[in-house]
């Protein structure tokens, strides 16, 4: 994780123990009422005083969802490929984590890695120092534990994973679902889909790609190489596998891994090249397998339900590298939220999903065997799963559904629904976001500075200023910020999607508007791990 930046406040640099701060604040009360004195708060003691005001604002149900979280090492089988990694546990993704809104999460946290880790929230307007990212949350050491509390304020779909370095390509991620219970049942199931790009264990590590990335020397983009496959019998879960299905209709088999097929779709090693979509290159690298659950395509889980039943996908891109197009053969998608957030229904036959973004989705299920297909965009390669209502049989792992090229959400298509426009800007305050950098030195930025130089965007609560993303590289970046949503603007100024997380392509300027409601240090970031870490990350502090 690059080093923290000097100027800002230094808000939760030392606050791994929030109650030893609170015993500090109250002894220096005190101190200064023994002696008679009054003085005013601190910046530091404002924005503490703020946060916790905030958090009392938030709707509390008088419910604790608790939870207990484990990220270790872990030999995980990917579906006859076995890859040694870090995991929440010995499962990949993680457990589901479930709430309902107002709902006070508890989740114990021990770290039994050889360095210091985090869970970030992504996507909830949590308290700051909860999120589970420096400055405002403390990492946690080695062998140490760490339990966040905070409660949940908006129902949707969102994640959760460390925030520290090269982890963020590893196997540390879990969903998180907020469930809304005025929400009108309009489905009759629920299906989350996790979209992966995989290398750790199984090919070159996190830490090798960023190496040579970073590497003066370096003249291509990075190519894993996929593994000799080992096998190991497949751990039961709640959902099936293909080769063993008792619907599949037949014999039951392991798979033994795939050979060395670089252009063949869906097979180990695709190749990076362009995409129309994400206006130019489509990544830095080609992964020797693209996952959905944690299985690769020979291998897929299935969905299992049937015909006639309306069934609400959860789709999660925890990806680092990879944005995914992503359709169901046979079927339309009627997408219903981005981020979390409810848009005008509006229907698809594939949508576009960067990395850390998520698409809730309504399909109405036919009948047989259909592949959920997730194209790694511009890469050559794919990753699915299989809905399966009747008798049928899968297609090749290879197979794309021509639904792939016909109506392809993305983005500036949404309109988040009435009941959560985040109304005007305020006029003449604009936050520029900067997106700057270079394949050829990997020195991404934002505002001219890398991370370790950074000089924060300042706001002040209660402030709705225009985010202006400005993206003057030849790559697209999707931007993270935490803590908050924020509102797409389109060309004419009319409201588009509400996001966390937005795909912001080669030389665009997006707009959007953002409510200061949610005081803290938060940072803002490209969610592609690898540009993250060299450097394309700001922050957001408030100031009083």
Same mark, same amino acid.
């Given at each position: 994780?690059?080093?923290?930046?000097?100027?800002?406040?230094?808000?939760?640099?030392?606050?791994?123990?929030?109650?030893?701060?609170?015993?500090?604040?109250?002894?220096?009360?005190?101190?200064?009422?023994?002696?008679?004195?009054?003085?005013?708060?601190?910046?530091?003691?404002?924005?503490?005083?703020?946060?916790?005001? %905030?958090?009392?604002?938030?709707?509390?149900?008088?419910?604790?969802?608790?939870?207990?979280?484990?990220?270790?090492?872990?030999?995980?089988?990917?579906?006859?490929?076995?890859?040694?990694?870090?995991?929440?546990?010995?499962?990949?993704?993680?457990?589901?984590?479930?709430?309902?809104?107002?709902?006070?999460?508890?989740?114990?946290?021990?770290?039994?890695?050889?360095?210091?880790?985090?869970?970030?929230?992504?996507?909830?307007?949590?308290?700051?120092?909860?999120?589970?990212?420096?400055?405002?949350?403390?990492?946690?050491?080695?062998?140490?534990?760490?339990?966040?509390?905070?409660? #949940?304020?908006?129902?949707?779909?969102?994640?959760?994973?460390?925030?520290?370095?090269?982890?963020?390509?590893?196997?540390?991620?879990?969903?998180?679902?907020?469930?809304?219970?005025?929400?009108?049942?309009?489905?009759?199931?629920?299906?989350?889909?996790?979209?992966?790009?995989?290398?750790?264990?199984?090919?070159?590590?996190?830490?090798?790609?960023?190496?040579?990335?970073?590497?003066?020397?370096?003249?291509?983009?990075?190519?894993?190489?996929?593994?000799?496959?080992?096998?190991?019998?497949?751990?039961?879960?709640?959902?099936?596998?293909?080769?063993?299905?008792?619907?599949?209709?037949?014999?039951?088999?392991?798979?033994?891994?795939?050979?060395?097929?670089?252009?063949?779709?869906?097979?180990?090693?695709?190749?990076?090249?362009?995409?129309?979509?994400?206006?130019?290159?489509?990544?830095?690298?080609?992964?020797?397998?693209?996952?959905?659950?944690?299985?690769?395509?020979?291998?897929?889980?299935?969905?299992?339900?049937?015909?006639?039943?309306?069934?609400?996908?959860?789709?999660?891109?925890?990806?680092?590298? %990879?944005?995914?197009?992503?359709?169901?053969?046979?079927?339309?998608?009627?997408?219903?939220?981005?981020?979390?957030?409810? #848009?005008?229904?509006?229907?698809?036959?594939?949508?576009?999903?960067?990395?850390?973004?998520?698409?809730?989705?309504?399909?109405?299920?036919?009948?047989?065997?259909?592949?959920?297909?997730? @194209?790694?965009?511009?890469?050559?390669?794919?990753?699915?799963?299989?809905?399966?209502?009747?008798?049928?049989?899968?297609?090749?792992?290879?197979?794309?559904?021509?639904?792939?090229?016909?109506? #392809?959400?993305?983005?500036?298509?949404?309109?988040?629904?009435?009941?959560?426009?985040?109304?005007?800007?305020?006029?003449?305050?604009?936050?520029?976001?900067?997106?700057?950098?270079?394949?050829?030195?990997?020195?991404?930025?934002?505002?001219?500075?890398?991370?370790?130089?950074?000089?924060?965007?300042? @706001?002040?609560?209660?402030?709705?200023?225009?985010?202006?993303?400005?993206?003057?590289?030849?790559?697209?970046?999707?931007?993270?910020?935490?803590?908050?949503?924020?509102?797409?603007?389109?060309?004419?100024?009319?409201?588009?999607?509400?996001?966390? %997380?937005?795909?912001?392509?080669?030389?665009?300027?997006?707009?959007?508007?953002?409510?200061?409601?949610?005081?803290? %240090?938060?940072?803002?970031?490209?969610?592609?791990?690898?540009?993250?870490?060299?450097?394309?990350?700001?922050?957001?502090?408030?100031?009083?």
């Amino acid at each position: 994780m690059p080093v923290v930046p000097a100027g800002g406040y230094a808000f939760g640099a030392a606050q791994l123990s929030r109650r030893g701060f609170i015993g500090a604040s109250l002894a220096g009360g005190l101190a200064l009422a023994a002696c008679g004195k009054s003085a005013p708060p601190t910046p530091a003691e404002q924005l503490a005083n703020a946060i916790a005001a %905030t958090e009392r604002a938030r709707p509390h149900s008088g419910r604790t969802v608790t939870a207990d979280l484990t990220p270790q090492p872990a030999e995980i089988d990917l579906g006859g490929v076995i890859a040694h990694t870090l995991a929440f546990g010995n499962a990949v993704p993680g457990p589901l984590i479930r709430a309902t809104v107002g709902d006070e999460l508890v989740v114990a946290v021990t770290n039994r890695l050889d360095h210091p880790t985090s869970v970030h929230w992504h996507g909830i307007a949590l308290r700051n120092d909860m999120d589970g990212a420096e400055p405002a949350t403390p990492n946690i050491p080695a062998g140490q534990s760490f339990t966040y509390r905070f409660s #949940v304020p908006n129902p949707g779909t969102y994640w959760a994973h460390p925030h520290t370095g090269m982890d963020g390509d590893k196997g540390l991620y879990l969903p998180v679902i907020v469930d809304d219970p005025n929400e009108p049942a309009d489905y009759d199931t629920e299906w989350i889909v996790i979209l992966d790009d995989w290398t750790d264990g199984v090919g070159k590590s996190p830490q090798q790609l960023f190496d040579e990335l970073t590497d003066p020397n370096k003249n291509t983009t990075t190519r894993t190489t996929p593994p000799t496959t080992t096998t190991s019998p497949t751990s039961p879960t709640t959902t099936t596998d293909e080769t063993t299905s008792p619907t599949n209709g037949a014999p039951s088999t392991t798979p033994t891994g795939m050979p060395d097929m670089p252009d063949m779709p869906g097979m180990p090693g695709g190749d990076v090249g362009t995409s129309k979509l994400l206006g130019g290159d489509a990544g830095d690298i080609a992964y020797p397998y693209y996952l959905i659950n944690g299985r690769i395509p020979a291998a897929a889980t299935s969905f299992e339900t049937t015909p006639g039943q309306r069934i609400r996908l959860r789709i999660i891109n925890v990806g680092s590298d %990879t944005a995914f197009r992503v359709a169901l053969a046979g079927h339309s998608m009627t997408v219903t939220h981005t981020d979390g957030f409810p #848009v005008v229904p509006t229907e698809v036959d594939a949508l576009l999903i960067g990395m850390a973004e998520r698409y809730d989705v309504i399909v109405t299920a036919a009948s047989g065997v259909f592949p959920l297909v997730a @194209v790694a965009e511009g890469k050559n390669a794919l990753a699915r799963a299989l809905l399966k209502t009747g008798a049928g049989s899968a297609p090749d792992p290879g197979f794309k559904p021509a639904e792939l090229d016909k109506r #392809v959400g993305t983005v500036e298509m949404f309109t988040a629904a009435a009941g959560v426009n985040l109304g005007i800007p305020e006029d003449s305050l604009d936050l520029p976001v900067v997106l700057g950098g270079t394949m050829a030195k990997y020195d991404w930025t934002i505002n001219g500075e890398p991370y370790s130089r950074t000089k924060p965007l300042h @706001v002040r609560e209660g402030q709705r200023p225009t985010l202006t993303f400005d993206n003057t590289t030849m790559m697209y970046h999707p931007i993270h910020l935490h803590g908050h949503t924020f509102q797409i603007l389109n060309d004419d100024g009319t409201p588009g999607a509400r996001k966390d %997380t937005v795909i912001v392509l080669p030389k665009q300027k997006l707009r959007a508007v953002l409510i200061a409601d949610n005081p803290g %240090t938060w940072v803002m970031h490209c969610h592609n791990t690898y540009h993250q870490d060299a450097g394309m990350m700001t922050r957001l502090d408030y100031t009083f």
